[in-house]
């Protein structure tokens, strides 16, 4: 198959980089997931020239940590999967994830929602089942959580993978009330940004994707009436992935809340 030329600007344009980011980890000697799926599509999506200069300005640490995060999430969706006699997950701004070919053949469901421009490219790499469904919308268009009328709350899972920090924090409260009233009970695994990457945000706003919500940590969210289950600080999980200079550097930093809620992922119950 040649090259797949997109239209993709702005935040959808950023769902090459951690595409880019999984397939650069199958490289690795030792990796933490398989992924040949990633490496296959990246080979016919180009990237732009602001994209290869951020990409190239974060790879070796961004490499690493967007191994952690895939792995992570993998982990959590598993265990979901493996916890519910008929689970439902479904990613939120999915990009190209390839996560239900990784972990999720014995889901009962895995829906797959993001802006109709990234659907329809997902359409010309991966293929539509019933068990596995493409919802073409913005998560902030309500009328998506229609395809999830017939399902138990507790069997749904919602992974919102580098997605939230793009919307201010009155949009994301508004999502987490209609996804509270619409689905109590189901879980919510979600990335938060700490204050502490403020500093990165010109480099976001270059490529046309600022990030716009911060928080100071977890609590954050249970003031949005979230009950937070489990918290992970990318910065602490699996630490013999970096190299072992980073890893001292990591867990002398990781002792500050500053640095530790950095980067977050947050088991969450709504």
Known sequence: MSQILTELTGVPSTLLLPLRGRADEQTHSHP??????????????PFNN?????????????????????????????HHIANHSHPVVMELGAGLSTRFHRVGKNAERWLELDLPVVTELRSKLDTQTQQHQFVSASVMDFDWMDTLTDVAPENILFIAEGLLAYFEVNEVQQLISAMRSRFPGATLDVEI????TKISNKNFTKIGAPLKWFVK???????????????WSLYQLYPERWP???????KFLAQFPYFRNGYLIVETRL
């Open 50 to 78: 602001e994209l290869e200069e951020f990409y190239t300005k974060y790879s070796r640490a961004g490499n690493i940590l967007t191994a952690i995060r895939t792995y992570h999430h993998d982990k959590i969706a598993s």
């Open 193 to 196: 940004l700490g204050n502490y």
């Open 217 to 231: 940590n977890e609590q954050d969210l249970a003031a949005m009436g979230l009950q937070v289950v489990n918290v």
């Open 244 to 250: 072992w200079q980073w890893q001292l550097l990591l």
């Open 32 to 45: 933490l997931f398989q992924d040949p799926l990633a490496v296959e599509w990246l080979k016919l999506l």
